[in-house]
């Protein structure tokens, strides 16, 4: 690791001064779970460090009966996990924080960071494409928001700009008649997720029918992504054992697996249809439907 000129700016707007003015020399330090193995492996050698430790307002986590839950990109991912506002309002996401690594990661981790750097396998990505979240980005040329399916790339790679800061994510409320489910396979609790499958639907009150349907997955390709076939297919039916099958073989084929240490493309393609069936069925139970 080579040495480094190191920035703790107090502000959002003081941030993306240095930001703008070192442009590619510069990375920003959030939990640094992600960058400094990367700037000790010499994967990255930034000359200037912009650390965000004492920035107050990206450490914030606010609710809003019509915005929902605004959450800062210093808020840790234990913080998540343990937050009695985020358990309430959106336990999915505190469930699916609780699934992060070690609870060393998690302590140190932020949610900014884990969606800035987006690693192989990272478990909020599928979770926030499901809840339909977006986030936050800001710079001296002004303010964005990107919705979270679209915020991932390619390979470690996201919208994100050099000069521009991820500052928060705002996850809008879920509509009544709505449940959400994550589920991770993956070869030990600690790894990164084979297979992460975030589901979320609204079902009808009257039909019985799924009204709205979003599925989130990470873990499986390059970016994580939105399962917009395996979508149409349970969107407006009351799925069944056959809607189930017919949605796993079109979420099989949407995704481009990969293959790695932890697991070949082929087997990461058979378990995408497993585990989004299984987080089906498991809404189809808390919607007390009958399970096919």
Same mark, same amino acid.
Request: hydrophobic share 45%; with cysteine.
């Given at each position: ?19 703008? +003015? ?8 959030? *939990? ?19 650390? /965000? !430790? ?38 999915? /996401? &505190?469930?699916?924080? +609780?699934?992060?690594?070690?609870? %060393? ?11 800035? %750097?987006?690693?192989?396998? !990272? ?7 499901? /809840?339909?979240?977006?986030?936050? $980005? +800001? !710079? ?7 919705? &979270? ?29 709505? &449940?959400?489910?994550?589920?991770? %396979? ?7 997720? /084979?297979? *992460?499958?975030?589901?979320? $639907? ?39 054992? $056959?809607?189930?099958?017919? $949605? ?15 697991? +070949? ?28």
């Amino acid at each position: 690791m080579r040495g480094f000129e190191y920035f703790e700016p107090k502000t959002v707007d003081e941030a993306a001064e240095v930001l703008a +003015s070192r442009g590619e020399d510069a990375k920003v330090l959030a *939990g640094g779970q992600a960058l400094l193995p990367m700037m000790s492996a010499r994967l990255v050698n930034p000359r200037f460090l912009v650390g /965000l !430790s004492a920035v107050p307002e990206l450490k914030r986590i606010d609710w809003d009966d019509q915005q929902g839950l605004r959450l800062g990109a210093m808020v840790t991912q234990r913080t998540i996990e343990h937050s009695a506002l985020i358990r309430e309002k959106c336990p999915v /996401l &505190a469930d699916t924080a +609780s699934r992060i690594a070690s609870s %060393h990661v998690r302590n140190m981790g932020t949610i900014g960071g884990n969606l800035a %750097h987006n690693l192989v396998g !990272s478990d909020p990505p599928a979770t926030l494409i499901a /809840l339909g979240a977006e986030i936050g $980005a +800001s !710079s001296t040329r002004g303010k964005r928001t990107i919705p &979270a399916s679209e915020f991932f790339t390619g390979f470690m790679e996201t919208v994100l700009q050099p000069d521009e800061l991820l500052t928060g994510v705002r996850i809008p409320p879920l509509a009544p008649g709505g &449940a959400v489910v994550y589920l991770k %396979h993956t070869v030990r609790a600690v790894d990164p997720a /084979l297979v *992460g499958i975030a589901l979320l $639907a609204v079902r009808n009150a009257h039909s019985g029918s799924w009204s709205e349907v979003r599925i989130g997955v990470s873990g499986v390709s390059e970016a994580p992504l939105r399962l917009r076939s395996a979508e149409d297919v349970l969107r407006g039916r009351q799925p069944d054992d $056959a809607t189930i099958k017919e $949605a796993a073989k079109l979420a099989m084929d949407e995704v481009d697996p990969m293959t790695d240490a932890h697991g +070949s493309a082929s087997y990461r393609r058979k378990m995408t249809g497993v585990i989004l069936g299984r987080a089906v069925r498991q809404l189809l139970m808390r919607f007390q439907m009958k399970v096919p």
